[in-house]
Protein backbone atom coordinates (compact mmCIF):
# COMPACT_ATOMS: atom_id res chain seq x y z
CA UNK A 1 0.00 0.00 0.00
CA UNK A 2 1.32 3.36 -0.84
CA UNK A 3 1.84 6.27 1.34
CA UNK A 4 -0.85 8.33 0.67
CA UNK A 5 -3.37 5.62 0.96
CA UNK A 6 -1.42 4.58 4.08
CA UNK A 7 -2.73 8.14 5.77
CA UNK A 8 -5.98 8.02 4.61
CA UNK A 9 -6.82 4.88 5.73
CA UNK A 10 -4.89 5.93 9.22
CA UNK A 11 -6.81 9.32 9.19
CA UNK A 12 -10.55 7.34 8.18
CA UNK A 13 -9.74 4.86 11.58
CA UNK A 14 -8.96 7.64 13.74
CA UNK A 15 -11.96 9.92 12.40
CA UNK A 16 -13.90 6.45 13.46
CA UNK A 17 -12.03 6.01 16.67
CA UNK A 18 -12.94 9.67 18.12
CA UNK A 19 -16.81 9.33 16.72
CA UNK A 20 -16.78 5.74 18.60
CA UNK A 21 -18.97 7.30 21.75
CA UNK A 22 -21.53 8.69 19.66
CA UNK A 23 -22.12 5.85 17.18
CA UNK A 24 -20.85 2.88 19.62
CA UNK A 25 -23.10 1.24 22.02
CA UNK A 26 -21.83 1.25 26.04
CA UNK A 27 -20.39 -2.51 25.95
CA UNK A 28 -18.44 -1.64 22.83
CA UNK A 29 -16.95 1.88 24.46
CA UNK A 30 -16.27 -0.33 27.90
CA UNK A 31 -14.31 -3.05 25.67
CA UNK A 32 -12.46 -0.05 23.48
CA UNK A 33 -11.55 1.53 26.97
CA UNK A 34 -9.74 -1.41 27.97
CA UNK A 35 -8.48 -2.61 24.17
CA UNK A 36 -7.55 0.74 24.13
CA UNK A 37 -5.22 0.42 27.09
CA UNK A 38 -3.72 -2.89 26.55
CA UNK A 39 -2.64 -1.27 23.10
CA UNK A 40 -0.32 1.66 24.68
CA UNK A 41 0.93 -1.44 26.86
CA UNK A 42 1.63 -2.85 24.02
CA UNK A 43 3.40 -0.27 22.32
CA UNK A 44 5.56 0.26 25.42
CA UNK A 45 6.88 -2.91 25.70
CA UNK A 46 7.50 -2.70 22.24
CA UNK A 47 9.67 0.02 22.54
CA UNK A 48 11.86 -2.11 25.04
CA UNK A 49 11.48 -5.56 23.57
CA UNK A 50 10.86 -4.93 19.88
CA UNK A 51 13.40 -1.70 18.59
CA UNK A 52 15.55 -2.63 21.75
CA UNK A 53 15.64 -5.92 21.71
CA UNK A 54 15.32 -6.59 25.80
CA UNK A 55 12.62 -8.66 26.36
CA UNK A 56 11.19 -7.00 29.52
CA UNK A 57 8.78 -8.83 32.15
CA UNK A 58 8.06 -6.52 34.15
CA UNK A 59 5.65 -3.38 32.77
CA UNK A 60 3.02 -4.87 34.61
CA UNK A 61 5.37 -3.15 37.33
CA UNK A 62 5.21 0.10 35.70
CA UNK A 63 1.12 -0.15 35.32
CA UNK A 64 0.73 -1.27 39.24
CA UNK A 65 3.42 1.99 39.72
CA UNK A 66 1.37 4.61 38.17
CA UNK A 67 -2.34 3.13 39.10
CA UNK A 68 -1.41 3.77 43.02
CA UNK A 69 0.33 6.98 41.69
CA UNK A 70 -3.35 8.10 40.60
CA UNK A 71 -5.11 6.16 43.66
CA UNK A 72 -2.89 7.26 46.37
CA UNK A 73 -3.12 10.93 45.19
CA UNK A 74 -6.79 11.06 44.93
CA UNK A 75 -7.56 9.08 48.08
CA UNK A 76 -4.91 9.53 50.45
CA UNK A 77 -3.75 13.22 49.44
CA UNK A 78 -7.03 14.93 47.98
CA UNK A 79 -5.32 15.53 44.46
CA UNK A 80 -7.37 15.67 41.46
CA UNK A 81 -7.07 12.87 38.58
CA UNK A 82 -4.65 14.56 36.46
CA UNK A 83 -2.29 15.74 39.05
CA UNK A 84 -2.44 11.86 40.35
CA UNK A 85 -1.26 10.81 36.71
CA UNK A 86 1.83 13.16 36.86
CA UNK A 87 2.50 11.94 39.79
CA UNK A 88 2.49 8.16 38.65
CA UNK A 89 4.10 9.21 35.24
CA UNK A 90 6.69 11.05 36.84
CA UNK A 91 7.67 8.24 39.46
CA UNK A 92 7.91 5.33 36.86
CA UNK A 93 10.65 7.50 35.53
CA UNK A 94 12.32 8.00 38.36
CA UNK A 95 12.30 4.31 38.92
CA UNK A 96 12.89 3.13 35.61
CA UNK A 97 16.02 5.65 36.20
CA UNK A 98 17.24 4.19 39.10
CA UNK A 99 16.41 0.89 38.21
CA UNK A 100 17.21 0.87 34.85
CA UNK A 101 21.14 1.44 35.71
CA UNK A 102 21.73 -1.77 37.42
CA UNK A 103 19.01 -4.24 35.75
CA UNK A 104 19.49 -3.53 31.85
CA UNK A 105 23.95 -4.88 32.55
CA UNK A 106 21.89 -8.25 32.31
CA UNK A 107 20.90 -9.76 29.10
CA UNK A 108 18.68 -12.89 28.10
CA UNK A 109 16.83 -14.64 30.23
CA UNK A 110 18.81 -13.15 33.11
CA UNK A 111 16.73 -9.83 32.37
CA UNK A 112 13.56 -11.49 31.99
CA UNK A 113 13.79 -13.11 35.11
CA UNK A 114 15.09 -10.13 36.76
CA UNK A 115 12.11 -7.73 35.35
CA UNK A 116 9.54 -10.96 35.84
CA UNK A 117 10.31 -10.72 39.47
CA UNK A 118 10.01 -6.86 39.96
CA UNK A 119 6.04 -7.04 39.84
CA UNK A 120 6.04 -9.99 42.74
CA UNK A 121 8.78 -7.61 45.28
CA UNK A 122 6.58 -4.40 44.43
CA UNK A 123 3.41 -6.35 44.86
CA UNK A 124 5.13 -7.59 48.28
CA UNK A 125 6.11 -4.13 49.63
CA UNK A 126 2.67 -2.44 48.41
CA UNK A 127 0.83 -5.11 50.74
CA UNK A 128 2.78 -4.02 53.75
CA UNK A 129 1.97 -0.17 53.22
CA UNK A 130 -0.68 1.21 55.61
CA UNK A 131 -0.70 4.68 53.41
CA UNK A 132 -1.18 2.71 50.45
CA UNK A 133 -4.37 0.42 51.38
CA UNK A 134 -1.70 -2.23 52.17
CA UNK A 135 -3.55 -5.98 51.32
CA UNK A 136 -7.42 -4.13 51.25
CA UNK A 137 -6.66 -1.86 48.96
CA UNK A 138 -8.17 1.78 48.01
CA UNK A 139 -11.17 2.90 46.92
CA UNK A 140 -11.40 5.82 44.45
CA UNK A 141 -13.94 8.49 43.71
CA UNK A 142 -16.52 7.29 41.20
CA UNK A 143 -16.63 8.90 38.01
CA UNK A 144 -19.41 7.67 35.75
CA UNK A 145 -17.82 9.72 33.23
CA UNK A 146 -16.67 6.68 30.12
CA UNK A 147 -15.97 9.24 27.53
CA UNK A 148 -13.46 10.75 29.71
CA UNK A 149 -11.95 7.72 30.32
CA UNK A 150 -11.48 6.86 26.14
CA UNK A 151 -10.99 9.79 25.38
CA UNK A 152 -7.89 9.70 27.60
CA UNK A 153 -7.21 6.56 26.81
CA UNK A 154 -7.40 6.97 22.91
CA UNK A 155 -5.04 10.33 23.73
CA UNK A 156 -2.17 8.19 25.40
CA UNK A 157 -1.88 5.46 22.67
CA UNK A 158 -1.86 8.35 19.96
CA UNK A 159 1.16 9.67 21.91
CA UNK A 160 2.37 6.21 22.48
CA UNK A 161 2.47 5.23 18.68
CA UNK A 162 3.79 8.92 17.59
CA UNK A 163 6.68 8.42 19.95
CA UNK A 164 7.25 4.81 18.68
CA UNK A 165 6.72 6.77 14.93
CA UNK A 166 9.63 8.97 16.23
CA UNK A 167 11.60 6.24 17.38
CA UNK A 168 11.85 4.44 14.23
CA UNK A 169 12.77 7.31 12.43
CA UNK A 170 15.32 8.70 14.78
CA UNK A 171 19.24 8.35 15.18
CA UNK A 172 17.86 7.42 19.24
CA UNK A 173 15.75 4.84 17.48
CA UNK A 174 18.21 3.59 15.13
CA UNK A 175 20.73 3.55 18.43
CA UNK A 176 18.05 0.89 19.96
CA UNK A 177 18.01 -1.07 16.81
CA UNK A 178 22.18 -1.18 16.49
CA UNK A 179 22.00 -2.88 20.32
CA UNK A 180 19.31 -5.09 19.51
CA UNK A 181 20.99 -6.27 16.64
CA UNK A 182 24.73 -6.35 18.27
CA UNK A 183 25.50 -4.67 21.62
CA UNK A 184 29.05 -4.56 21.78
CA UNK A 185 29.35 -3.84 18.02
CA UNK A 186 26.61 -0.64 18.58
CA UNK A 187 29.32 0.71 21.46
CA UNK A 188 32.44 0.02 19.61
CA UNK A 189 30.60 2.86 17.16
CA UNK A 190 30.25 4.85 20.10
CA UNK A 191 26.72 4.51 20.86
CA UNK A 192 26.48 5.53 24.75
CA UNK A 193 24.39 1.90 25.31
CA UNK A 194 23.46 2.47 28.76
CA UNK A 195 22.07 5.71 28.22
CA UNK A 196 20.04 4.16 24.90
CA UNK A 197 18.41 1.51 27.04
CA UNK A 198 17.79 3.39 30.23
CA UNK A 199 16.25 6.11 28.16
CA UNK A 200 13.85 3.14 26.27
CA UNK A 201 13.09 1.87 29.88
CA UNK A 202 11.95 5.49 30.76
CA UNK A 203 9.90 5.70 28.12
CA UNK A 204 8.21 2.38 28.16
CA UNK A 205 7.49 2.48 31.83
CA UNK A 206 6.28 5.99 31.86
CA UNK A 207 3.49 4.71 29.34
CA UNK A 208 2.83 2.01 31.33
CA UNK A 209 2.18 4.02 34.12
CA UNK A 210 -0.03 6.43 32.89
CA UNK A 211 -1.95 3.05 31.39
CA UNK A 212 -2.09 1.95 34.63
CA UNK A 213 -3.44 5.30 36.35
CA UNK A 214 -6.56 5.29 33.99
CA UNK A 215 -7.50 2.24 34.51
CA UNK A 216 -7.20 2.61 37.95
CA UNK A 217 -9.57 6.02 38.14
CA UNK A 218 -12.37 3.59 35.65
CA UNK A 219 -12.41 0.63 37.75
CA UNK A 220 -12.67 2.96 41.17
CA UNK A 221 -10.73 0.64 42.89
CA UNK A 222 -6.88 -1.17 43.79
CA UNK A 223 -5.22 -3.52 45.14
CA UNK A 224 -1.49 -4.95 45.26
CA UNK A 225 -2.87 -8.23 42.89
CA UNK A 226 -4.72 -6.37 40.50
CA UNK A 227 -2.36 -3.74 39.66
CA UNK A 228 0.82 -6.03 39.65
CA UNK A 229 -1.04 -8.90 37.82
CA UNK A 230 1.95 -10.91 36.01
CA UNK A 231 -0.50 -12.20 33.72
CA UNK A 232 -0.82 -8.82 32.18
CA UNK A 233 2.78 -8.98 31.31
CA UNK A 234 1.98 -12.35 29.13
CA UNK A 235 -0.76 -10.24 27.13
CA UNK A 236 0.90 -7.32 26.35
CA UNK A 237 4.11 -9.26 24.82
CA UNK A 238 1.66 -11.69 22.65
CA UNK A 239 -0.40 -8.97 21.31
CA UNK A 240 3.11 -6.90 20.31
CA UNK A 241 4.33 -9.68 19.35
CA UNK A 242 1.68 -11.26 17.10
CA UNK A 243 1.48 -7.58 15.48
CA UNK A 244 4.83 -7.16 14.76
CA UNK A 245 7.90 -6.06 17.41
CA UNK A 246 9.78 -3.09 15.97
CA UNK A 247 7.48 -1.60 13.65
CA UNK A 248 4.99 1.14 14.67
CA UNK A 249 1.16 -0.25 13.87
CA UNK A 250 2.00 -3.82 14.44
CA UNK A 251 1.22 -3.72 18.90
CA UNK A 252 -2.02 -1.58 18.04
CA UNK A 253 -3.05 -4.32 15.32
CA UNK A 254 -2.18 -7.11 17.49
CA UNK A 255 -3.91 -5.91 20.68
CA UNK A 256 -7.40 -4.84 19.00
CA UNK A 257 -7.19 -7.91 17.01
CA UNK A 258 -6.78 -10.37 19.87
CA UNK A 259 -8.94 -8.07 22.21
CA UNK A 260 -11.72 -8.77 20.20
CA UNK A 261 -11.17 -12.34 19.69
CA UNK A 262 -10.92 -12.87 23.31
CA UNK A 263 -13.74 -11.04 24.27
CA UNK A 264 -15.63 -13.25 21.32
CA UNK A 265 -14.55 -16.56 22.92
CA UNK A 266 -15.17 -15.20 26.62
CA UNK A 267 -19.00 -14.63 25.54
CA UNK A 268 -19.55 -17.32 23.79
CA UNK A 269 -16.96 -20.30 24.45
CA UNK A 270 -15.95 -19.67 27.96
CA UNK A 271 -14.02 -23.01 28.07
CA UNK A 272 -11.64 -21.66 25.12
CA UNK A 273 -11.07 -17.99 25.40
CA UNK A 274 -8.62 -19.77 28.59
CA UNK A 275 -6.68 -21.41 26.06
CA UNK A 276 -6.67 -18.87 23.14
CA UNK A 277 -3.32 -16.75 24.75
CA UNK A 278 -1.89 -20.37 25.19
CA UNK A 279 -2.64 -21.06 21.12
CA UNK A 280 -1.36 -17.48 20.11
CA UNK A 281 1.84 -17.94 21.63
CA UNK A 282 2.42 -21.54 20.03
CA UNK A 283 1.23 -20.03 16.26
CA UNK A 284 3.17 -16.47 16.81
CA UNK A 285 6.09 -17.86 17.74
CA UNK A 286 6.85 -21.27 15.62
CA UNK A 287 4.83 -19.81 12.14
CA UNK A 288 4.98 -16.27 11.97
CA UNK A 289 8.05 -15.15 14.74
CA UNK A 290 8.08 -11.34 13.71
CA UNK A 291 4.39 -10.51 13.61
CA UNK A 292 1.42 -10.21 11.53
CA UNK A 293 3.88 -6.63 9.65
CA UNK A 294 6.03 -9.22 8.39
CA UNK A 295 4.00 -11.07 7.42
CA UNK A 296 1.84 -8.64 5.54
CA UNK A 297 5.24 -7.32 3.77
CA UNK A 298 6.33 -11.32 2.50
CA UNK A 299 3.47 -13.51 2.55
CA UNK A 300 2.69 -12.01 -1.64
CA UNK A 301 5.61 -13.01 -2.58
CA UNK A 302 6.24 -16.74 -0.43
CA UNK A 303 2.72 -17.71 -0.30
CA UNK A 304 2.37 -20.47 2.12
CA UNK A 305 6.23 -21.40 2.06
CA UNK A 306 6.76 -18.40 4.71
CA UNK A 307 4.74 -20.31 7.22
CA UNK A 308 6.51 -23.81 6.32
CA UNK A 309 10.33 -21.99 5.85
CA UNK A 310 9.48 -20.45 9.90
CA UNK A 311 8.49 -23.80 11.26
CA UNK A 312 11.50 -25.59 9.66
CA UNK A 313 13.62 -23.29 11.22
CA UNK A 314 11.88 -23.87 14.01
CA UNK A 315 12.55 -27.33 13.45
CA UNK A 316 9.39 -28.66 13.67
Request: glycine fraction near 10%; hydrophobic fraction near 60%; proline fraction near 3%.
Given at each position: ???????????????????????????????????????????S??????????????????????????????????????????????????????L????L??????????????????????????????N??????????????????????????????????????????????????????????????????????????????????????????????????????????F????????????????S?????????????????????????????????????????????????????????
Open positions: MKTPAKLLLLAAVLIAAVALPWWGSDVMLQFAIDALLLAVLAQWNILGGYTGYASFGQSTFYGLGAYGVAVSMTQLGWSFATGLLVGGAFCALFALLGVPVRLRGHYFAIATLALAQVMNAIISNIEFAGAIGLVLPLLKDDLLFYEAALALLVAATLTVWWISRSRFGYGLIAIRENEEAAAVMGINTTLYKVMAFMIAGVFAGLAGGIHAYHITFLDPAGAFDLTLNVKMIIMAVGGPGTVLGPVVGAFLLAISELLAANVTSIAALFFGIVIVVAVVAMPRGLADLRRRIGSLGLGYFADNIHRNKL
